[in-house]
């Protein structure tokens, strides 16, 4: 089936240059990549299944944790 899309133009140097390093078509790259992408999702685990983050408990928060800091959690989970 023929159809037209709008990729950005890094994104569409990128997969030609996987075409030729493949010695295939553009089409076929973008079949792949499209074919993966959609698998991925479809196996991925529900947000049900995974497990849930514990928002109770003993102890509380460790000092010096700020929940309004986004980096400052990220950097502390990090690090641990």
């Not at 390093?21 to 790259?29: F, I, K």
């Not at 991925?40 to 509380?60: D, F, H, I, K, L």
């Amino acid at each position: 089936m023929r159809t037209t899309i709008t990729l950005q133009d890094s994104l569409l140097d990128a997969a030609k240059k996987r075409a030729m390093e493949r010695h295939s078509s553009l089409s076929a790259v973008v079949e792949d990549a499209l074919r993966a992408s959609l698998y991925q999702q479809e196996n991925a685990p529900s947000v049900s299944a995974r497990e849930p983050w514990p928002v109770y408990g003993t102890g509380g928060l460790q000092p010096g944790v700020d929940l309004r800091d986004n980096s400052g959690v990220l950097d502390r989970m990090e690090s641990e």
